[in-house]
């Protein structure tokens, strides 16, 4: 079939139109595809701009020093504030009136003689000189038992009363032996006269003489075993033993009870005078060419703030097997009885004396919050310092750090403000 001209045309026009609206279409839909991702773009560039924003703040609020440590910001003020507070809590407010009637005395640092000393942990014991563990010497039952534990007692008073066989025997032995004597004695006296009359011969005189001395020696014998176990020929009853306190001093142990049978070796009471106590401490073999007889000593405990000094009054000659220490020892004068046996203690052996830039008095030192403290003289009181020691000889303290020569401070009864301002800390932790 043959295809006119116009039909030509006419298609060619409508491959045309296609083509065109083809491009058209494709045209928009470009477009409108670049619109969303410019719109995306901008978008992600605000996001990008956002978060670089966002980090150098955070940079900058978190921004490290040169160490490496990260800066904080400290609001302005804040420190002294802080020092302000932590001065308030430590500071004691006293009057004139409160300050004289405490007896706390204000003294300025300065340089001093401090005597070199080296120190030793040590222990209040028994000064077994005047300590005994009263023995009975005789078995018997306790009829009474008339000391208690911890009370004073005076020498000869009576502890307790046991009755004993065995010291009747003796009394009876001795009562024997008296009445033998006495009739000894009359055959003598007799005999005697009639020897002098020339009644009687000289054999029958001497023979009535050497009974006498038998009957006397006799006596003697029974008396001396009475008095070797400290009973006497003499009592309300011949088993009745009376067990006396050897010396003054205070019942320390007790292991009686009424009724109780007892041996002739066991150990009823142990009686201890405690006026005087030793201080033993052990010595190291490096340090015991630092430690001599007769050397000063200022003896010291934590329980109380009280002080002492003694001199060295034994130092062993031997090390110990098991320590390998020697142990040396410091009689001290207990009026009071504040030294108890069993209380630690520290031993500072004074040495010679040396000259130190800055001291404070010893009692002026006191520990507070683990930490040894002063109480510095301000306007109407005082205030907690933390300072930094060295040595010490029981008296003088050399300051190390936190003061400085001329600073004033509470030298004596400085545990009054201690507790002051425990006080005050109670109350401001409410």
Not at 28 to 36: L, N, T
Not at 218 to 223: D, K
Not at 263 to 285: Q, R
């Amino acid at each position: 079939m043959a295809i006119s001209n116009k039909q030509r045309i006419a298609m060619a026009v409508i491959v045309l139109v296609g083509l065109l609206g083809g491009g058209a279409v494709l045209l928009s839909e470009r477009a409108k595809s670049g619109g969303e991702e410019a719109e995306h773009s901008e978008a992600g560039h605000s996001d990008k701009d956002q978060h670089a924003a966002d980090g150098k703040a955070a940079h900058k609020e978190g921004e490290k020093d040169e160490h490496g440590h990260e800066a904080k910001a400290e609001p302005k003020g804040g420190h002294k504030e802080g020092e302000k507070e932590q001065h308030e809590e430590r500071q004691v407010k006293l009057t004139e009136e409160q300050l004289k009637g405490s007896g706390i005395t204000v003294q300025a640092a300065g340089p001093a003689k401090l005597q070199a000393a080296a120190q030793f942990q040590g222990e209040i014991r028994f000064n077994e000189d005047r300590t005994t563990h009263v023995v009975p010497r005789l078995a018997g039952v306790a009829e009474s038992v008339n000391a208690n534990l911890g009370q004073l007692v005076q020498k000869g008073q009576v502890l307790a009363v046991v009755a004993s066989t065995s010291l009747s025997e003796q009394r009876s032995e001795l009562l024997t032996a008296q009445k033998r004597r006495d009739l000894a004695k009359s055959t003598y006296e007799r005999e005697k006269k009639l020897w002098e009359d020339k009644i009687s011969a000289q054999q029958d005189y001497q023979q009535a003489q050497s009974s006498l001395q038998e009957a006397e020696i006799a006596v003697q014998n029974a008396s001396q075993k009475l008095a070797a176990v400290g009973a006497t020929g003499s009592s309300t009853g011949l088993n009745r033993f009376e067990i006396r306190a050897p010396f003054s001093g205070t019942v320390v142990e007790k292991h009686l009870s009424l009724g109780e049978a007892v041996k002739e070796d066991a150990s009823i009471f142990t009686v201890s005078d405690l006026g005087t106590v030793w201080a033993e401490f052990a010595v190291a073999p490096k340090d015991l060419a630092a430690v001599r007889v007769g050397q000063r000593v200022i003896v010291s405990s934590t329980a109380f703030d009280s002080k002492v000094e003694g001199t060295i009054a034994y130092v062993g000659a031997l090390l110990g097997e098991q320590t390998r220490t020697a142990r040396a020892r410091v009689t001290l004068t207990n009026p009071k009885g504040a030294w108890r046996p069993g209380l630690f203690v520290t031993v500072a052996v004074l040495g010679e004396d040396q000259d130190v830039p800055l001291t404070v008095s010893a009692d002026a030192v006191q520990t507070i919050d683990e930490q040894p403290m002063l109480f510095m003289a301000t306007p109407g009181g005082f205030v907690a310092k933390p300072v930094k020691v060295g040595r010490s000889d029981g008296r003088t303290v050399e300051i190390l750090g936190g003061m400085k020569p001329g600073d004033k401070y509470a030298a004596t009864n400085t545990f009054v403000l201690k507790s002051e301002l425990g006080k005050a800390s109670a109350e401001h932790g409410h």
